[in-house]
Structure formats: structure tokens, C-alpha cells
């Protein structure tokens, strides 16, 4: 049983720092890519950074570049998402998620998380 768990949401001023982290476990992650997405109130659910296992390559969204950083750690099993430099407008709930195919379309993940609550106050 695929299982993705997602930790380290909270409240944070702007112009702070999160961790977030997601522990992985029933699948092979080398041959995945795990993504991080995010979804605010009434809003879709958009891509926000995403990391090839195998590989290590990365992508990020243009609103999180600079940022956010994201990395895995083969022992643990877990991806890492290091959000610095907090803006309101990163208030969301963030989801952990693995597939493979396109690196920004949720479509192209198979797995999922429950998500973390990130507030960000001004």
C-alpha cells in the first residue's frame, strides 16, 4: 500500500521559514518523480516544486523560484520541501505527490498525501 505523509505545516510571519517533509513508503522511488502542489482557498490546485528521484533533477514554479528548495534523502525515504522568505500569498495546503510524465500537472501524479495547512501572516 502506497503511502505518502506529509508534516511540518504551521503558522508563520512573513518573510519566515517552513519545513516541510513527506515520507514515502510501498512504492520504488527511483523510478518516480515526487512533486509538491499546493492549493489555496478557491483556488486550483497548482504546482509548486518537483525533484526526479533517481536523478535529483529539479523544477520549480516561477512564484517559489529562489525561495524554495526542494531535495530527497534515499535513506529516509523523504522529500523535503524548504520554504524561506514566506509570503501570505503562500498560504495553502501543500500535497506531496509521486508519478511520472509531465512535472507540473497534477494528472500526471498517481499518488497522493492528505496535505500540511501552511498559514503565512503579513
Known amino acids: 500500500q502506497v503511502q505518502l505523509v506529509e508534516s511540518g505545516g504551521g503558522l508563520v510571519q512573513a518573510g519566515g521559514s517552513l519545513r516541510l517533509s513527506c515520507a514515502a513508503s510501498g512504492l520504488t522511488l527511483s523510478g518516480y518523480r515526487m512533486g509538491w502542489f499546493r492549493q489555496a482557498p478557491g483556488k486550483e490546485r497548482e504546482f509548486v516544486a518537483a525533484?526526479?528521484?533517481?536523478?535529483?533533477?529539479?523544477y520549480y514554479a516561477d512564484s517559489v523560484k529562489g525561495r524554495f528548495t526542494i531535495a530527497r534523502d534515499n535513506a529516509k525515504s523523504t522529500v523535503t520541501l524548504q520554504m524561506n522568505n514566506l509570503k501570505p500569498e503562500d498560504t495553502a495546503v501543500y500535497y506531496c505527490?509521486?508519478?511520472?510524465?509531465?512535472?507540473?500537472?497534477?494528472?500526471?501524479?498517481?499518488?497522493w498525501g492528505k496535505g500540511t495547512l501552511v498559514t503565512v501572516s503579513s
Open positions: 505527490a509521486a508519478g511520472i510524465g509531465a512535472y507540473d500537472s497534477p494528472k500526471s501524479y498517481q499518488y
Open positions: 525533484i526526479w528521484w533517481s536523478s535529483g533533477v529539479t
